[in-house]
């Protein structure tokens, strides 16, 4: 334990020299001062769509100023198993290039600012005790791939803000499905049919747990992960993304 413990502090060390933080604004490149918050210039962060208070009670996707509901039509019309979730920015064109940056062009650095917006986001919401952070998982082939898992890194650097347990052993994808993006949300769905496992449900039981993921979109996922937790009867279930799709 102590050893990697060692090792993860010895990565991040070598990552912060490689890609040194807070010099560059993490979307245009350009050079920003060491205060600037979430590696941002200014211009970047006022075209942002930050998801403020105006979203969706269930899934926490923004809404526009004239819907009247509490939830959008997507959580009207179809039944999530978990408990809340919520988002930081609107899953635009930029924070589409940022995400993709991250995920296949290896630019680890990236999910240390938007872990930063995550963090900031469950604290703005009140959200003080998880008993463990549990990252969306990769099937084991495409991990491989990568060479990481996105939502596991994202995971790793908010325990450590909030000072959380990670589990990244305890939930599993034993199916290796198709991309989701070209798909309905109803083949969404069944692509994601019992593709994750539970190794341990004990390690879950009456535990108060947060699934980590950088993109909802339609929400099947988390919603496949969640139904498989929910064999463990967790107390609750609470989902945090980078990014969101828009209320539809």
């Not at 200014?42 to 004239?66: H, Q, T, W, Y």
């Not at 929910?230 to 980078?242: C, Y």
Request: with cysteine.
């Amino acid at each position: 334990m102590v050893y990697q413990i060692i090792l993860k502090e010895g990565i991040e060390a070598f990552l912060d020299f490689i890609y040194p933080r807070n010099i560059y604004c993490m979307v245009c490149g350009r050079g920003i001062e060491k205060k600037e918050a979430y590696a941002l210039c200014a211009a970047c962060r006022n075209k942002i769509s930050f998801v403020e208070d105006k979203a969706c009670e269930k899934c926490g996707k923004p809404l526009s100023d004239f819907y009247f509901l509490e939830l959008c039509l997507d959580c009207i019309g179809h039944k999530h198993d978990f408990t809340k979730g919520f988002s930081c920015v609107a899953y635009d064109d930029e924070m589409k290039q940022l995400v993709h940056r991250l995920k296949y062009k290896k630019e680890r650095y990236l999910a240390y600012h938007m872990a930063e917006m995550m963090t900031d986001k469950l604290r703005k919401q009140g959200i003080k005790e998880i008993d463990c952070i549990i990252p969306v998982p990769l099937y084991k082939r495409k991990q491989r791939q990568r060479e990481f898992n996105q939502a596991q890194i994202l995971a790793m650097y908010i325990g450590k803000n909030m000072g959380w347990v990670v589990d990244c052993k305890n939930l599993i994808r034993i199916k290796d499905t198709v991309p989701q993006n070209a798909l309905s949300k109803e083949e969404r769905r069944n692509n994601l049919k019992d593709a994750f496992r539970m190794v341990s449900q004990a390690a879950f039981m009456g535990k108060t747990i947060l699934l980590v993921d950088d993109v909802y979109t339609t929400g099947s996922t988390v919603d496949a992960c969640s139904q498989e937790l929910m064999k463990a009867k967790p107390k609750e279930i609470f989902v945090i993304s980078f990014a969101t799709g828009r209320n539809m």
